[in-house]
Every structure is written in C-alpha cells, then in structure tokens.
C-alpha cells in the first residue's frame, strides 16, 4: 500500500468516487461480501457516556450480564440459520462503574468483563460452529492477548481522530476511551500481537472533512506497518430520539460517498471497506447500494436471528432483495467468516494455529464461507438463501 500523498478533501466527489470504484475493481474485482451473523451483548453497561449512544443501559434498566446459557440459545439459533459470527459487545469496563457488576462478576470467578468475555468466547467456539470477532472497547497488550486465542478477529472502531470531540459540551465528553490517542494505541498493540482487526470511522459527530481524511491516513499508517487492519468500517451518524444528540443533523449522503471514497483511495485497493446497509435504509429500499460506487467491498454483520442492538431501530436488508439488486449491477454478494479471506488463506500467522486449521478445512480456495453455508458462491442461493431471507 503505497501512500497518498496529496489532500483528497475539497476535490469533487464524483471523481473521488469513480477512482475508488476503479481500485475496488482492480483489487476486490466484483464480489461484495457479508458476514452471516448473531449479535450477542454480553452487557449494555457501561463505564463511559456518549451523547449519541443507546446501546448503554443502566444497572436498573435489564440483565448485568448475559448468562452463558441465554448466549448459547442465541448462538445455537443462529448456526440453525446458518451463521458464523457470533459478534460479542459490550461497553467499556462496566466494573469500574458499577459495583454490582463487578461483584457479578466475582461470585463466578471472574476478575473484570474481559475476563468473563474471553471465556463465553470460549464457550462458542467448543460449542458451536460460530467464531467469535469481539468488540470489547480499548485494551491492553495482555488483554488483547488473551482474547487473541479466542477469537478470529477483533474490532474497536478509532471514531475519529479529533480530541476536540472530547471538549465540554462534545460527544465524547464524558467518554475518556474514546480518545483517539487510547484508541490507536490499542490498534497499534493490535497490529504488534498480529491480531486481525476492524476499525472505521463514525461520521457526522463533530468532525470535519480534514479530521477524517486525518484518521483514515493514520489507519492506513498503523496497516503499513503490521497489515492487521482487516477492515474499515464508514458509519454514518444516526441521531437517536432521547439521546443528547437527538436534534443533530445527520451527515448527507454526499459526506458519506467522499469518506467511503477517500477511504478506499487512502487505504488502497486491497482493503476492505465497508458502510452498513442499515443505516441507509431508511433513505428507501436499496439505498444503500450507492455506496457500491465509492469503492466499497463488505456490508458487515447481516443477522437473521438478532437485532442491530446499536442501532435497534434499523433493519438488516433482505438478503435475497439485496442480493438480486447487486446482480443488476454487476456485482456478486458472498458470505464471509469474521474474519477476511486473505488471512484465511495466506500463509501469515495472524490466527491461532487450531483456529486457522479449522477455517481452512470449511472455507472455499477463495477464504470465503462455502462447505458450510454455501449462500451465494455457486448457486448455493435457493435453499440458504430463501431460509436466511426470512427476517425476524
Ligand atoms: S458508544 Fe460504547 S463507549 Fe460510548 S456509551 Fe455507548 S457503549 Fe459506552
């Protein structure tokens, strides 16, 4: 991945765009892959507050914690529907909030919500033929180690890059981990433990157009120099009723397809860029597929069995819809394990040795899902595809 070196912001869209399709081409060809999913939120609590978040619940408000047992009812029902991922978040160090957490903890011999996290990963992966990619909030190296060894991959979105978002009266005012520094240093520890991650942007929260162009260059920085950075993910802001940020403006379209765009220019033609269908939705059926055209390879997690539990209002798009809808314009949908292809495939060393044994004897020559869930490789459709169509 060579370096960009001129500024990409204030040049015209649509030119940014044709440029990163090209490059998608010439290094993804056509295939537009997804990740047959089930989200699991091992807790909803929280140590930070950010002003645009529901996902965070109060220790009032539900459950502490999932139990092994309600994680493995949600994992079993998912692989019935054919799922891989079993995506686990959670907010950032709950215990150190909350008391009742931490003595939840405790009593079942568990140190921190790392800790329990690390084992229910555990859990699936000898349980199940789900592989867990979790989302667990900033770590250190010996954290991340561990959960290394049960995990295929892992993600902690960078968000932005600006600590002006952290200022009274910003997002993340109340939110200490989501400063960029602590964000990149735990990729950075990432890429030093050779751990497969995912990162991205969230856009429209304060940020401008520089500060994106900012992160997306120093994301692109942290992959030169381990190549663990598996995607990057574009979300576009969605301002939630009874949150602080409720009467925000949302970003426009034309934001997102010059940050989707600088994304893929920036980060190269072997990337994996990705924006969430879902979040589109609610522009009109399909509206998402215009992302296509600024250089996108991956829609992400799409479940059959479970809500979007960040953003419950948005629906998963039909997968059958979605898929035809692709095929019109020339582009082929695929599953994929949590985990990308190319570190399926490759002879590196980013994946525990029995993990990467066990992905390889289920993927296809490709990296992509294909004994196991045949969805969309070679007209494997009908059958997966009409079940997984089938929406909650
Ligand atoms: S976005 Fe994440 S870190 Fe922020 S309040 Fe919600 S759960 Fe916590």
């Not at 990740?35 to 909803?44: A, E, G, H, Q, W």
């Not at 914690?65 to 686990?88: D, K």
């Not at 998963?316 to 898929?323: A, F, G, N, V």
């Not at 599953?335 to 002879?347: G, H, L, M, N, T």
Request: aromatic share 8%; hydrophobic share 35%.
């Amino acid at each position: 991945m060579t370096p960009v070196t001129e500024t990409l912001v204030g040049s015209n869209v649509e030119e940014l765009c044709a440029t990163a399709s090209t490059l998608r081409d010439q290094g993804k060809g056509r295939i537009v892959s997804f990740s047959p999913k089930v989200f699991i939120p091992l807790t909803r609590l929280c140590r930070d507050f950010c002003s645009y978040c529901t996902y965070r619940q109060d220790p009032d408000d539900g459950p502490l914690y999932m139990t092994p047992e309600a994680i493995l009812q949600v994992a079993r029902t998912g692989q019935e529907r054919g799922c891989r991922e079993a995506l686990f978040v959670l907010g950032e160090r709950p215990e150190q909030r909350y008391p009742e957490a931490g003595i939840w903890l405790r009593e079942r011999g568990y140190d921190s919500s790392l800790h329990y996290l690390h084992d229910m990963c555990e859990l699936i992966l000898k349980e199940t033929e789900l592989y867990p990619h979790s989302n667990p909030g900033t770590m250190t190296g010996r954290e991340l180690l561990a959960l290394k060894e049960v995990n295929v991959s892992m993600g902690l979105m960078l968000e932005s890059i600006s600590p002006r978002l952290l200022e009274a009266g910003g997002p993340h005012e109340h939110a200490p981990s989501k400063h960029p520094r602590l964000r990149l240093r735990t990729l950075r520890q990432a890429g030093e433990l050779k751990i497969p991650m995912t990162t991205g942007l969230l856009i429209g929260i304060g940020e401008t157009a520089g500060e994106r162009e900012k992160a997306l260059r120093a994301i692109g920085d942290l992959h030169r120099e381990y190549h663990h950075i598996q995607e990057v993910i574009i979300q576009n802001f969605r301002a939630k009723p009874e949150t602080l940020m409720a009467a925000a403006s949302e970003p426009a379209v034309s934001e997102m397809l010059e940050t989707t765009a600088m994304a893929r220019i920036v980060l190269g033609k072997e990337m994996n860029i990705q924006v969430p269908p879902n979040l589109s939705m609610h522009n009109g059926d399909g509206s998402y597929l215009v992302y296509l055209d600024a250089g996108i390879n991956d829609w992400g997690g799409i479940s059959p069995v479970t809500i979007d539990y960040v953003n419950p209002e948005a629906p998963w798009p039909h997968l059958e819809r979605m898929r035809r809808q692709m095929m019109e314009r020339g582009f082929q949908l695929r599953a994929r394990f949590p985990i990308y292809p190319e570190y399926i495939v490759d002879s590196g060393d980013y994946l525990p040795v029995e993990l990467k044994r066990r992905l390889k004897s289920e993927a296809d020559a490709q990296g992509f899902i294909d004994k196991t869930g045949n969805y969309f490789g070679n007209g494997g459709v009908e059958e997966r595809g009409r079940k997984y169509g089938e929406h909650p």
